[in-house]
């Protein structure tokens, strides 16, 4: 089973990012990459990456080269030009979180789902990332799966993560 995340994309949505873009460029004029920024965001929060049709697109519009919006995108971690899963699982490899053990929660992850940190499964599942302190050491060790906090987290643990993931992707996708 291949999973796809769910676009809002349309011909319309390409419409109002031409128009997001020119309000961008309006509210930057002196300086294009304060406009490429949000618009980038824009585009990733759509697709979940930003791909290159989009990277094309927002070069044209904003009338910089595609080499230009391709670097800053591949400078900021936050951004990825690559397809990601339906579910980013982040392991905190921070200070308070390696000391209790977050190294072992992250094989764990990699082996139960067959990838290396920054791979994602071939079903579009999953992508494993290592993360460097996400701001709750007092719950270390800490892993985020898209923007929910998994607190206290050990390897015995990650077997029944994966499952419940797995099962409510089924679900959504039935
Ligand atoms: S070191 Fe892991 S949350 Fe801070």
Not at 9 to 24: N, R, V
Not at 68 to 90: E, H, Q, R, W
Not at 136 to 157: F, I, L, S
Request: charged share 15%; proline share 6%.
């Amino acid at each position: 089973m291949r999973y796809q995340r769910k676009t809002l994309e349309s011909p319309e949505w390409w419409q109002s990012l031409d128009a997001y873009i020119a309000e961008q460029k309006e509210r930057n004029r002196d300086h294009v990459q304060s406009a490429l920024i949000p618009v980038l965001h824009h585009v990733q929060d759509t697709f979940g990456y930003i791909p290159v049709k989009a990277i094309n697109h927002v070069a044209q519009q904003l009338g910089v080269p595609t080499a230009f919006v391709c670097g800053v995108a591949s400078f900021y971690s936050y951004f990825s030009l690559t397809p990601k899963g339906i579910y980013t699982i982040s392991v905190c490899l921070g200070t308070a979180c390696y000391v209790r053990g977050s190294q072992a929660v992250l094989d764990e992850f990699c082996r139960q789902i067959n990838c290396r940190p920054g791979e994602s499964t071939p079903d579009g599942l999953f992508t494993v990332h290592e993360a460097r302190c996400l701001g709750a050491c007092g719950q270390a060790p800490v892993v985020m799966v898209n923007d929910v906090v998994y607190a206290r987290v050990t390897p015995e643990q990650v077997p029944d993560i994966i499952a419940q993931l797995t099962a409510e992707a089924q679900a959504e996708s039935a």
